[in-house]
């Protein structure tokens, strides 16, 4: 890994870990405190405005770090003509959103609480463009400072409300308070870097409508991810219940509560791919080969160690989300393809291959929903899950075909034994986690299964004394890097 790639990454993971650990902890208490009806009308609507957010980036973002991370001498420019732009998006987002809400035929209380929640939106698609700009030019410890403070903020805010007066307004209003930090952290950063000018908006037609023109596969992308991502839950709330929805919300924390170690990764990795994959196609498969090992090798715990400690972790939150365990123990292995597309992802991006990437999301769109409307009827909240299983995993077999066409470097013998091997140490923990379970309490399962993973990888020679540097190296400033 390059020195910048690896510093960034622990920048983002660590600050990841800090704000997921804490929003983690104040969702079991949310959803504790607001039972399942009310937490499913919280999860409900921040899921439906987090579709609608799609419409204030429609892929911009992705343009602007690529630019910026290409053509750093462009910075400015580049950047004032995405604010521009991004403030009209962001009007015309709004306005959708008041125009589109009464027509799902909600009550009124979900209809309230979804159009509040439209600034949070708009205060969290200002900051990421400021985030963008960051990311261009790899510095992404102002992010993860941001986001780390916006999280502690939003708690400490909800928590007030939850203690005092659990309200779902008020835990939007903590919403709002946390992003709104977000931004003024991302944009003072910015000024202070760059200069104020870089964030006074500019309309250029002609240069916003090309801009645009490149956009559309990323819109396109980021339109069939939110409607693929959220899709379940609407069609959930509409076939079963908002009970149903607070009951699911519990197993897709849990599950998606891991989803930050491979975001901060891309978030490094992306403008890494963007710098390299024109002239050094060595490098980039190096890179490539590196990230998928690094997916592989934190996915393979979290889902066999959750599946093992499912049942007990459901207890958290309390007894009348005890459906969800099920849920979780199949859910979880959406992860496998789920983080492998980040990397996957990342890298057709940064290969102007956008518009291939946008189709094989389509087609997992097209296929979950087919999958959701057939099954969630028959087998409620099971039949969500496995059409997320079954299109994520099209999605990542297509984009492995896709990539391993342009860049089969990374596809030898060496990536196969070793991805293997990490399987295998996973299922190894897993058996002894089993055996564990039936004497020791699962609280002490936990160290002695990640102590079976860790001998297991180093038997199977998943991971190298080599390796192990270079993952010590992410956190020293000035040693090394592999």
């Known amino acids: 890994m390059s020195q910048h790639l690896a510093k960034n990454t622990a920048f983002m993971t660590m600050a990841s870990v800090g704000q997921k650990l804490i929003a983690f902890v104040y969702f079991l208490f949310l959803a504790r405190i607001m039972m399942p009806e009310r937490t499913g009308m919280f999860f409900l609507a921040t899921s439906i405005v987090t579709a609608f957010s799609v419409f204030t980036d429609l892929g911009l973002t992705s343009i602007l770090i690529r630019e910026v991370a290409k053509h750093p001498e462009n910075r400015e420019v580049a950047t004032r003509r995405a604010v521009g732009l991004k403030l009209t998006l962001i009007l015309l987002t709004v306005i959708l959103v008041f125009i589109a809400t009464p027509f799902?035929?909600?009550?009124?209380?979900?209809?309230?609480?979804?159009?509040i929640t439209t600034v949070v939106m708009t205060t969290d698609a200002l900051a990421l463009v400021c985030y963008g700009v960051l990311r261009g030019s790899q510095k992404l410890r102002y992010e993860a400072v941001g986001m780390f403070i916006g999280q502690c903020i939003t708690v400490l805010i909800g928590s007030l409300s939850l203690i005092l007066h659990p309200d779902v307004r008020f835990l939007i209003l903590a919403l709002f308070c946390?992003?709104?930090?977000?931004?003024?952290?991302?944009?003072?950063?910015?000024?202070?870097?760059?200069?104020?000018?870089?964030?006074?908006?500019?309309?250029?037609?002609?240069?916003?409508?090309?801009?645009?023109?490149?956009?559309?596969?990323?819109?396109?992308?980021?339109?069939?991810?939110?409607?693929?991502?959220?899709?379940?839950?609407?069609?959930?709330?509409?076939?079963?219940?908002?009970?149903?929805?607070?009951?699911?919300?519990?197993?897709?924390?849990f599950t998606y509560a891991f989803q930050f170690l491979p975001l901060a990764f891309s978030a490094a990795l992306y403008p890494s791919l963007s710098a390299t994959i024109?002239?050094?196609?060595?490098?980039?498969?190096?890179?490539?080969?590196?990230?998928?090992?690094?997916?592989?090798l934190i996915a393979t715990p979290i889902v066999f160690g959750v599946w093992l400690i499912a049942p007990e972790m459901i207890r958290l939150p309390g007894r009348e989300y005890s459906e969800s365990a099920v849920v979780l123990r199949?859910?979880?292995?959406?992860?496998?393809?789920?983080?492998?597309?980040?990397?996957?992802?990342?890298?057709?991006?940064?290969?102007?291959?956008?518009?291939?990437?946008?189709?094989?999301?389509?087609?997992a769109m097209v296929v979950n929903a087919i999958i959701?409307?057939?099954?969630?009827?028959?087998?409620?909240?099971?039949?969500?899950?496995i059409g997320s299983l079954m299109s994520y995993t099209i999605m990542i077999l297509a984009e492995l075909f896709i990539v391993s066409k342009f860049l089969p470097q990374f596809l030898n013998r060496a990536f196969v034994l070793r991805t293997c091997g990490t399987i295998v140490s996973g299922l190894a923990m897993l058996g002894v986690g089993l055996i564990l379970k039936i004497w020791l309490h699962w609280m002490l399962v936990i160290p002695c299964a990640a102590l079976v993973y860790v001998g297991a990888l180093l038997l199977t020679r998943s991971v190298t004394k080599q390796d192990v540097v270079g993952l010590r190296s992410l956190f020293r400033k000035s040693a090394p890097l592999v």
């Not at 024109?278 to 592989?296: C, G, P, V």
């Open 178 to 253: 946390g992003s709104f930090s977000g931004l003024l952290i991302s944009s003072s950063q910015v000024i202070r870097l760059y200069g104020w000018r870089l964030l006074v908006p500019s309309w250029d037609k002609h240069a916003q409508w090309n801009m645009m023109k490149i956009m559309i596969p990323f819109a396109l992308t980021g339109i069939f991810t939110k409607i693929y991502s959220s899709l379940d839950i609407v069609l959930i709330s509409k076939l079963m219940s908002t009970t149903a929805v607070g009951i699911y919300s519990v197993a897709y924390k």
């Open 104 to 115: 799902f035929g909600y009550g009124k209380e979900i209809t309230e609480f979804i159009l």
């Open 330 to 363: 199949t859910l979880i292995f959406v992860l496998f393809p789920s983080f492998l597309e980040i990397p996957f992802g990342a890298l057709l991006n940064a290969s102007d291959r956008q518009a291939t990437r946008m189709k094989i999301m389509g087609l």
């Open 278 to 296: 024109e002239n050094d196609k060595q490098a980039t498969a190096h890179t490539f080969d590196r990230a998928i090992w690094y997916i592989l």
């Open 372 to 385: 959701d409307l057939f099954l969630i009827s028959r087998l409620g909240l099971l039949g969500a899950v």
